[in-house]
Nanobody, 124 residues
Framework: QVQLVESGGGLVQAGGSLRLSCAASGRTFSSYAMGWFRQALGKEREFVAAITRSGGSTYYADSVKGRFTISRDNAKNTVYLQMNSLKPEDTAVYYC?????????????????WGQGTQVTVSS
């Protein structure tokens, strides 16, 4: 089992920045590729970013490319999502997820463990 706990969400003005963290406990963190997803009110959960278990490769949704950066620190069992130039349409609950393979995925169904989510609200 892997337990994931997100933090760092909050209210920010458009154009601002936030850094989300996801702390993992349980089995070896470095065995898992990690992903970030988000779900806005009334919408389906969507892929944001993913990172391989080594941290060597990253993947982004087109909507966040160039603004968000995913990274990980395997020594701290933590994955991060740096979000810059935030827009009101980025408002959502953000979830981190762990996938027991080397590479991440844009498909939520391929992840094995999920955190409880953290709310990000961007005001205009």
């Amino acid at each position: 089992q892997v337990q994931l706990v997100e933090s760092g969400g909050g209210l920010v003005q458009a154009g601002g920045s936030l850094r989300l963290s996801c702390a993992a406990s349980g089995r070896t963190f470095s065995s898992y590729a990690m992903g970030w997803f988000r779900q806005a009110l009334g919408k389906e959960r969507e892929f944001v970013a993913a990172i391989t278990r080594s941290g060597g490769s990253t993947y982004y949704a087109d909507s966040v490319k160039g603004r968000f950066t995913i990274s990980r620190d395997n020594a701290k069992n933590t994955v991060y999502l740096q979000m810059n130039s935030l827009k009101p349409e980025d408002t959502a609950v953000y979830y981190c997820a762990a996938k027991a393979t080397a590479s991440g995925s844009a498909y939520a169904t391929r992840y094995d463990y999920w955190g409880q989510g953290t709310q990000v609200t961007v005001s205009s």
